[in-house]
């Protein structure tokens, strides 16, 4: 809809793009999924591409995906935006207004922008080949050669902007960057196109904690810790999130932090901005295709950036990988995630194709910013399970999606191949401080006596040893316990509390003497045996003829009565008891269980 309403405005822009989802269910690609087919799929993936099938953006979730499959997908998403496209160029010719002109900003005169460029080109160079350089000694270099280039060139033109100079300068940095890329198929530092950077992993570093790592790469470090809770602390959203198509309920949250010293810089410390709610999503994304759906604990996985030099929502994916592992959740493969950059030439005669380009493995936060392409992907060693793209450039061939893809799949390959070297599958044997879950069923006439008046008994054994527990059901229980200690006292009081009393056994069908303990409006409260719950017989129970009160009967407290017993409702476990039925009955046997010793003929009922 945006695409349409810009092509028919006077707004200038080098539209019009398509944008189509793609869903993936038995090996069929399905264009725009309904709500129901989505759930489904094993792909979730949105495609935005421009004329010639060039693409502009990709945004995709997955039930790890072949690659194979996944490429099926995006040329069928592709072709599919083409189709709109021609809509609504169709759209534009028939009713599109004149596109407006606009002038360029004013620009330095030729001679200040060669000026600028002599005094700091062969210094650019020298920094830029100079891989014993870090991120933040380059751009310290860097900046030192701006200030020097400004300085001379206003000392020799007054009259220039400095600004505009700083734009010359920065100009120039990034076609030597770029130059020097295509032209000796060498990075920055030292690298080759498709050459990792130094990658180390460590597990269980922080012993107090579920399950911790450290992954690093270059100057990429992200610390990763395991927090497990109940199912009770699961998020839950609220009603309008889950009509919107919002997840109702998750047990698995990734929390992404990036302080301000991951950059060598100061700032407010926890301020949730942009880029850490879409990095945190992004992560998690990658990471929950592995997850087990009957996991009985509600997992929190926290990344937080130490340093950053490119890449970090990548490195998350890979420390979160092996945080889950060390803590022992059965995930059904490692992770690994990756980012891949693009320097590339345009064809000023087609400017939907390039004249020469170079795809780059695992880029630096100045391949990124300097690069024309942000290509994140994660999977396992079988498939991919995330994939986010962003371009800098009018849009990019599919021929050169399909590279970027595949060039990074090998990088993804060689990372999980360094994780694994260090964990390679969960954890099986229980840490000393790992908490346990197990499942609880209680009978459902006894739900009441367990949970104690206002849940009396399940907050205190909450309040005295750490333990909760969560109904999954009517009568069964999932019980979360910190460590095997709380769970051992735990289960002390919940045998206690569901102890069985020495009962008689009644009989279905049988008849029995009942003592009246307490009057109410709607019927009386009864007991057939000593210390036994009181149970209802309701006024509709109680006589033949219809009454509203007990009293209209003569029903008094301590009074005994005659009653049958019909068994235990399913739902609520209270007893099923009648007088009604045995005032059209001939005499049987009755049950007394309060004092008299010998059986005695049943008496014709009150009138």
Same mark, same amino acid.
């Given at each position: ?93 028939n009713?599109?207004?004149p ?6 900003l004013p620009?330095p ?83 080759g ?20 790592s ?47 010293y ?59 990988s092996?945080?889950l592992?060390d ?91 360094i994780?694994?070297?260090?964990i ?10 790992w ?15 367990? +949970? *104690? ?10 309040? $005295?040893? =750490? @333990?909760?527990? /969560?109904?999954?059901? &009517?009568?069964?229980?999932?019980v ?27 009989? +279905? *069908? ?10 109410? $409006?709607? =019927? @009386?409260?009864? /007991?057939?045996?000593? &210390? ?6 309701h ?25 049958? +017993? ?14 009604? @039925?045995?005032? /059209? ?23």
């Open positions: 809809i945006a695409s349409a309403a810009l092509a028919v405005s006077d707004i200038p822009w080098n539209g019009p793009i398509g944008a189509v989802r793609v869903g993936f269910i038995d090996g069929n690609v399905i264009m725009n999924p309904t709500r129901k087919e989505i759930i489904n799929s094993s792909l979730n993936l949105v495609v935005a591409a421009t004329e010639h099938n060039n693409v502009v953006m990709l945004e995709a979730s997955a039930d790890n995906i072949l690659q194979q499959d996944f490429m099926k997908a995006l040329k069928a998403g592709v072709k599919e935006t083409q189709r709109i496209i021609q809509v609504i160029k169709e759209l534009q010719q009713y599109g207004k596109k407006r002109i606009f002038e360029n620009e005169s030729a001679e200040v922008m060669e000026s600028a460029k002599l005094l700091c080109e062969t210094k650019i160079t020298e920094v830029l080949t100079d891989a014993n350089f870090d991120k933040v000694s380059r751009d310290q270099a860097l900046d030192v050669i701006r200030q020097e280039a400004v300085e001379k060139v206003v000392e020799n033109h007054p009259d220039c902007d400095p600004s505009h100079i700083y734009d010359v300068v920065n100009s120039t940095i990034k076609t030597i960057f770029r130059n020097l890329i295509l032209d000796t198929n060498k990075r920055c530092d030292g690298r196109l498709t050459d990792l950077r130094d990658i180390s992993c460590a597990v269980d570093i922080y012993k107090p904690l579920h399950g911790s450290l992954f690093q790469r270059g100057q990429t470090q992200v610390f990763c810790t395991v927090a497990f809770d109940s199912l009770d602390s699961a998020l839950r959203s609220d009603p309008l999130t889950v009509l919107t198509g919002g997840i109702k309920e998750k047990n698995f949250m990734l929390h992404y932090e990036f302080p301000p991951a950059t060598n810089e100061i700032g407010r410390v926890g301020a949730y901005g942009r880029r850490e709610l879409g990095h945190g999503a992004l992560a998690e994304k990658s990471l929950r295709p592995v997850l087990p759906s009957d996991f009985p604990f509600t997992t929190r996985l926290t990344a937080e950036v130490l340093e950053s030099n490119g890449s970090s929502s990548m490195a998350s994916v890979c420390g979160g092996l945080a592992m803590a022992g959740v059965p995930i059904s493969a490692p992770v690994a995630g990756v980012a891949v950059g693009l320097i590339s030439v345009p064809n000023t005669e087609k400017p939907y194709e390039f004249m020469d380009y170079r795809i780059l493995t695992d880029i630096l936060g100045i391949e990124d910013y300097l690069g024309d392409m942000d290509f994140k992907m994660a999977g396992t060693k079988k498939g991919i399970t995330a994939v986010q793209l962003d371009t800098k450039v009018p849009g990019l061939p599919l021929k050169v999606v399909m590279e970027a893809l595949l060039q990074g799949s090998d990088g993804k390959d060689k990372i999980l191949n994780m694994t070297s260090v390679s599958k969960p954890r099986e044997e229980n840490k000393d401080n908490p346990i879950s197990e499942k609880l069923e209680v009978p459902v006439h006894k739900l009441s006596h367990f +949970f *104690g008046f206002g849940g009396y008994n399940i907050k205190k054994l909450r309040n $005295d040893t =750490g @333990v909760q527990l /969560t109904n999954i059901e &009517n009568g069964v229980f999932s979360f316990a910190p460590n095997a200690a709380a769970m051992a006292e735990a289960k002390e009081v919940i045998d206690k509390l569901l102890i069985e009393e020495k009962e008689p056994q009644l009989e +279905f *069908g049988a008849i029995y003497t009942a003592k009246i303990v307490e009057i109410r $409006d709607f =019927g @009386v409260m009864v /007991t057939l045996y000593p &210390n036994m719950k009181p149970a209802l017989v006024n509709s129970q109680l006589d033949q003829r219809k009454i509203h009160h007990p009293s209209a009967l003569g029903l008094e407290e301590g009074q005994e009565i005659q009653v049958k +017993f019909f068994g235990r409702d399913p739902a609520s476990g209270s007893m099923r008891l009648s007088r009604r @039925v045995l005032q /059209t009955i001939p005499s049987q046997i009755v049950h007394n269980f309060h004092g008299s010793k010998n059986l005695s003929e049943t008496k014709k009922p009150d009138s």
